[in-house]
């Protein structure tokens, strides 16, 4: 059998936090659930997961300029980084991969700092609002990106 193509899906500061804190905005599912949740969807897209987070910028840039050469899209949730990071914002369009942005919450009912991404400029799609299932969607549209590419 064909090796599946993977999806790097980049998680950013805090988010290592889920399910420990703040249910009524994030919910009660830890990061691990939403990893296992995402494997299992993508198995039966035919395709792999990279699941990752780090609650340091240049990490996640190095995270992503390494996704490159070894994954065919980008799944991220920039946590904090969204509203700052013209560093990410590089790195992904150096990555030149289908990149969709999820955010668990509605970041646009949510302060004004957060209504701005510096992320949503380089992707194909964003999902917000949605919690924890808005990483299943974003698979389901990155399986539909690929499919025409
Ligand atoms: O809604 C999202 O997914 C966010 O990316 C989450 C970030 C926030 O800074 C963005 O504006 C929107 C924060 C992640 C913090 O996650 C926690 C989860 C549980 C407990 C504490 C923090």
Redesign the pocket.
């Known amino acids: 059998m064909s090796e599946r193509p993977e999806i790097l899906i980049l998680n950013?500061?805090?988010?290592n936090?889920?399910?420990?804190?703040?249910p009524e905005l994030?919910g009660a599912e830890t990061l691990d659930d939403v990893d296992a949740m995402c494997a299992d969807h993508a198995a039966t897209l035919g395709l792999a997961t990279d699941f990752r987070q780090s609650n340091f910028e240049g990490e996640m840039v190095t995270i992503i300029q390494q996704a490159r050469g070894s994954a065919s899209g980008i799944i991220i949730?920039?946590?904090?980084y969204?509203?700052t990071s013209v560093a990410i914002h590089d790195a992904l369009r150096v990555a030149d991969l289908p990149v969709i942005e999820?955010?668990?919450?509605n970041?646009h009912r949510?302060e004004s700092f957060?209504h701005t991404s510096y992320i949503s400029s380089v992707a194909e799609g964003i999902i917000?609002g949605l919690g924890t299932q808005g990483y299943v969607l974003a698979l389901d549209g990155m399986a539909r990106i690929l499919d025409r590419t």
Not at 12 to 15: C, K, Q, S, T, Y
Not at 102 to 105: A, Q, R, Y
């Open positions: 950013g500061p805090n988010l936090m889920l399910g420990t804190r703040e994030y949730n920039a946590g904090a969204t509203h999820v955010h668990i919450s970041i949510r957060r917000v």
